[in-house]
């Protein structure tokens, strides 16, 4: 299933369309699988893009469709729709239309956004019946619509930060993929003079080419290309940082994501280094859980030599950092949320 699922998904990158969006299925649907079973719900594939819940009475379900859909799933949705004890649901983790304007990303990328809106949504908007997003401003583009506020769920975090016990490198980490180069590239001089003033500091990225281009690949930086999702899941889950980065410039594009990098931070045990955007600032308490910073090199590159300075108070944060995102993440409310919208027949 897996080898056909990315076949058909390069498939359709290569004709223009949007491709799957395994990561939002997984971050806010399959991961919950345990959790969502003990409520007597089920999760199964509906076409290419949708996933149901269903109660395993079979007296109720509820069809999403993940981030996008195809022509064939459009065919099934509406043959679905006619069917009693089904609702229709339209889970997104980005501000689509935000990202239309927004020149900075690549023209075909916001072609593909394109024919997706042009195409698809047009046909599948008065299908819904609910939409489900982690970004208020994601919700407010479809008031029309009843709403739930659905935050992506933790990534099952461990407590174990012995990697602070070994401060020879003090390894920091921007986990933002090629598409994060600008909101990167904005404090890139910030990080390259910390990383100049502390020989013990480490940067390690997913920026690939563009990210050697602002910061040379060297004894203290290594830029790793972008990665498919599951290969990346593998990664990121054995790798511990002291230190990690969400450098995002606040704009409508990034008031309209989630908070995933807060998950991705705790589950790398590391100490987050955020911006004051509208997914942050609903979860990280300044000085506590992570920092907000201004969108500045100078702030960035403060931030992390005070870090690497007190290596302790860099510990407790990232420790705090997990608690939170367990809580703000947890499975048991976010199955909750799921279950409440399932109809029950």
């Known amino acids: 299933m897996l080898v056909w699922d990315f076949l058909r998904s390069a498939y359709d990158h290569a004709l223009g ?92 990328y916001r072609a593909r956004l394109q024919h997706f809106l042009d195409r698809h949504y047009a046909q599948l908007r008065p299908l819904l019946q609910e939409v489900i997003a982690p970004s208020p401003q994601i919700l407010a583009r479809m008031a029309e619509l009843p709403g ?27 986990l933002g993929t090629s598409t994060h180069g600008v909101d990167f590239g904005r404090i890139a001089p910030g990080i390259s003079a910390a990383l100049k003033a502390n020989p013990k500091l480490h940067l390690t990225t997913l920026q690939g080419k563009r990210g050697g281009e602002l910061l040379p690949d060297g004894p203290q930086v290594t830029h790793h290309g972008d990665m498919f999702f599951a290969p990346f899941q593998k990664w990121l889950s054995r790798q511990r940082f002291h230190i990690a980065l969400a450098p995002y410039q606040v704009n409508p594009v990034n008031n309209g994501r989630s908070n995933l ?30 920092l907000i910073l201004p969108h500045t090199p100078e702030a960035w590159q403060e931030a992390i030599l005070g870090l690497a300075a007190d290596m302790e108070r860099t510990r407790d944060m990232a420790g705090q950092g997990i608690a939170g995102s367990l809580a703000t993440g947890s499975h048991d409310q976010l199955a909750n949320l799921w279950d409440r919208l399932v109809p029950n027949g």
């Not at 290419?48 to 395993?56: E, G, I, K, P």
């Not at 930060?161 to 003090?170: A, G, K």
């Not at 987050?272 to 942050?280: I, Q």
Request: hydrophobic fraction near 35%; charge should be positive.
């Open 17 to 108: 369309r949007p491709k799957s969006a395994f990561p939002t299925r997984y971050h806010y649907i399959e991961i919950l699988g345990e959790a969502l079973s003990a409520r007597g719900l089920t999760i199964r594939r509906f076409g290419q893009h949708c996933l149901v819940l269903s109660r395993r009475d079979g007296k109720g379900r509820l069809i999403i469709a993940v981030r996008y859909t195809s022509d064939p799933d459009l065919k099934l949705l509406q043959k679905a729709a006619r069917q009693p004890g089904t609702r229709i649901a339209y889970l997104l983790d980005d501000d689509l239309w935000a990202m239309l304007e927004d020149q900075k990303l690549k023209p075909d």
């Open 261 to 290: 990098k807060f998950h991705q931070h705790a589950l790398v045990g590391a100490a987050g280094l955020y911006t004051a955007t509208e997914p942050f600032e609903a979860c990280v308490k300044d000085g506590q859980n992570g």
């Open 148 to 174: 739930t506020y659905l935050p992506p769920a933790h990534l099952f975090p461990g407590e174990d930060l012995s990697h602070f016990n070994d401060d020879r490198q003090i390894r920091i980490v921007f």
